[in-house]
């Protein structure tokens, strides 16, 4: 699986748009990119995942960029409770193991 | 998505000791994982808990440290043998859905003293 790349922390005003981006320049064609958070101590939670079309779920939205070597999840107004480690995944389905990278710690600020 | 239990949710353990760590999914699945995940570390896949057979263990993970059991496609579990202090990490199992997405449990907290 391609390995990704994020910022290791990122801050953001409550109410406003969470922007996380991940490189994944070595992704290959039949690989997802997946995106996971982890509240403090709880199991990861699915966010999202596309291959090369932008995604809306009712949590993010997620944009790939059209070469797919990054994407930047989108959470449209933060609040507090979206305080977590953000991971982003590159994984080729058939292979279904997740290696997870460091995350990105977001900490959404009143 | 699936609802994913483990039991304990935590606990505190003696090194020499063994925990068996209970994993059950609400509706059947083929694929089912158990990951460690250190303090403050990201998660590190143990192996793959496979119905019918054996378990697949990742580099660095060996069947008699962790030994794991798959009896049907609802349920395992995964038990961390004679433990020491460095065994101290959250457990966590994950099932891949029929979209071949993965679920994870809420994770089993162990602190070995």
């Known amino acids: 699986d391609a390995k990704t790349t994020q910022p290791t922390s990122m801050d953001c005003a409550e109410g406003r748009a969470a922007n996380l981006p991940c490189n994944h320049s070595?992704?290959?064609?039949?690989?997802?990119v997946y995106w996971y958070r982890q509240i403090h101590s709880q199991g990861p939670q699915y966010i999202i995942h596309?291959?090369?079309n932008n995604e809306t779920n009712e949590m993010a939205s997620l944009i790939i960029t059209e070469d797919r070597k990054s994407s930047t999840l989108i959470l449209p107004h933060a609040t507090l409770r979206d305080t977590a480690v953000y991971y982003c995944?590159?994984?080729?389905?058939?292979?279904?193991?997740?290696?997870f990278g460091g995350g990105t710690r977001l900490m959404v600020k009143p | 998505s699936a609802v994913i239990s483990q039991k304990p949710s935590r606990d505190i353990c003696q090194r020499g000791t063994s925990l068996t760590i209970q994993c059950q999914v609400d509706?059947?699945?083929?694929?089912m994982f158990w990951y460690r995940q250190q303090p403050g570390q990201s998660l590190t896949l143990i192996a793959t808990?496979?119905?019918?057979?054996?378990?697949?263990?990742e580099s660095g993970f060996v069947i008699d440290k962790f030994p794991i059991s798959r009896p049907n496609l609802t349920f395992s579990t995964l038990t961390v043998s004679n433990m020491s202090p460095e065994d101290s990490s959250i457990y966590l199992c994950?099932?891949?859905?029929?979209?071949?997405?993965?679920?994870f449990g809420p994770g089993t907290r162990l602190l070995v003293l």
């Open positions: 994950s099932v891949e859905s029929q979209q071949e997405t993965q679920y």
């Open positions: 070595t992704i290959s064609g039949n690989e997802y």
């Open positions: 596309g291959l090369k």
């Open positions: 995944i590159a994984v080729n389905n058939a292979g279904n193991m997740l290696t």
């Open positions: 509706s059947q699945v083929t694929m």
């Open positions: 808990a496979n119905q019918g057979s054996e378990a697949t263990y």
